[in-house]
């Protein structure tokens, strides 16, 4: 229903229900809840800015949540959709996560990275690593900033598997040697999945 929306920061609150943000839209303000992350990178009072938001509708209430960028509201979505987690447990993980981070825990099955988070359990890590690493694979694509650099005629699986490793911070070296190391095995299933797993294998052990 709603993308963005661009005006001037009128005011920011840090309280204990959480950080709130004011933005004066055309005489309008709109209330925002926002991570504490993004709280502390606001402009001053008075400058224009333009935040991503997220319509949450209960019952009972509505709110806005606010993100300073798309691929952050997007997450934010789509971690509510995995059961159990709501919008206090989707912002705790945002806030406690990159996006290149939870990707990372998501590969790597690192549910006690992912306990980290305030509020969130071993049991309730788990849970989530299992429900949503399909979801954040299949939608890398945009999630993470993908580089350009790109192999001819190489395969879309590992054109993939390049970009998810570039995100985590492996140079181009290391991601062929991983690549060379990883196709060279026999019985090496051509899937990102599958090609991603060996690979970040072969780079922990170097």
């Keep these: ?19 709130f943000i004011t933005i004066d839209v055309n005489g309008i303000g709109y209330l925002l809840k926002v991570t504490e992350r993004a709280y ?7 400058s224009d800015m333009q935040i991503f938001i997220s ?3 209960r019952e009972d209430s509505m709110f806005l949540c606010g993100f300073l960028n798309k691929e952050e509201r997007d997450l934010f979505e ?17 806030d406690e996560f990159t996006i290149t981070e939870l990707m990372g825990i998501m590969i790597n099955e690192d549910y006690k990275e992912l306990s980290r988070a305030k509020g969130i359990g071993q049991k309730s890590a ?16 945009y999630l993470v900033t993908k580089t350009d650099v790109k192999v001819n005629n190489e395969p879309q699986c590992t054109i ?27 019985n090496i299933k051509l899937e990102t999945e599958e090609i991603l797993k060996k690979s970040l294998q072969y780079l922990a052990q170097q």
């Design 78 to 94: 789509i971690l509510q959709t995995v059961s159990g987690v709501g919008v206090k447990a989707a912002l705790t993980i945002i």
């Design 160 to 186: 993939e598997v390049r970009n998810v490793l570039f995100s985590l911070g492996y140079s181009k070296e290391e991601i062929d040697n991983a690549l060379n190391f990883v196709l060279s095995i026999a």
């Design 40 to 46: 502390n990178q606001l402009p001053e009072n008075n």
């Design 1 to 19: 229903m709603f993308d963005y929306i661009k005006g001037s920061l009128v005011s920011h609150k840090n309280l204990p229900s959480g950080c």
């Design 55 to 57: 319509l949450i509708h």
């Design 126 to 141: 788990q849970k989530i690593v299992i429900e949503l690493k399909d979801k954040l694979l299949a939608r890398q694509d």
